[in-house]
């Protein structure tokens, strides 16, 4: 059975490139445009891990993040955050919501394959920021 990421993201070109990249590393990709309903399908099914965009038209994924990382449920699912704010401090801000890693956009096929394959590794210390 394939892995399966969901992927919070509202901008479609940015769903479909991140689609296209998981498909060719053989992962299968769940869909959400928005906070609420990424966190919704996170309560519905048990996903290997979750790349959160950081602006989203309902709550933000840093209060997506949040929220995972308070549930017993959700917690132990790692979260990359993907953001266009590639300011000094915007990857301490993630990582302070709960996100375990951060993947900067525009979003490249190699830093964000080999950042899920670092969290998803069995012998990884989830020491990649
Ligand atoms: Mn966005």
Redesign the pocket.
């Known amino acids: 059975m394939a892995i399966r990421i969901l992927c919070v993201?509202?901008?479609p070109q940015?769903m479909r490139l991140v689609r296209k990249i998981l498909g060719t590393a053989g992962y299968e990709t769940a869909e959400a445009v928005d906070g609420l309903s990424g966190l919704h399908m996170a309560q519905q099914e048990h996903f290997a891990l979750i790349l959160l965009?950081?602006?989203?038209?309902d709550i933000d994924?840093l209060e997506v993040a949040r929220q995972l990382k308070a549930n017993a449920d959700t917690r132990d699912i790692p979260c990359i955050a993907?953001t266009?704010n590639a300011m000094h401090g915007d990857r301490e801000r993630c990582l302070e919501a709960g996100c375990d890693g951060y993947v900067p956009k525009p979003i490249t096929k190699g830093e964000l394959l080999h950042t899920i394959a670092h969290f998803l590794s069995p012998q990884s210390e989830h020491d990649l920021t």
């Open positions: 993201e509202d901008n940015n965009d950081v602006n989203l038209p994924g993907l266009a």
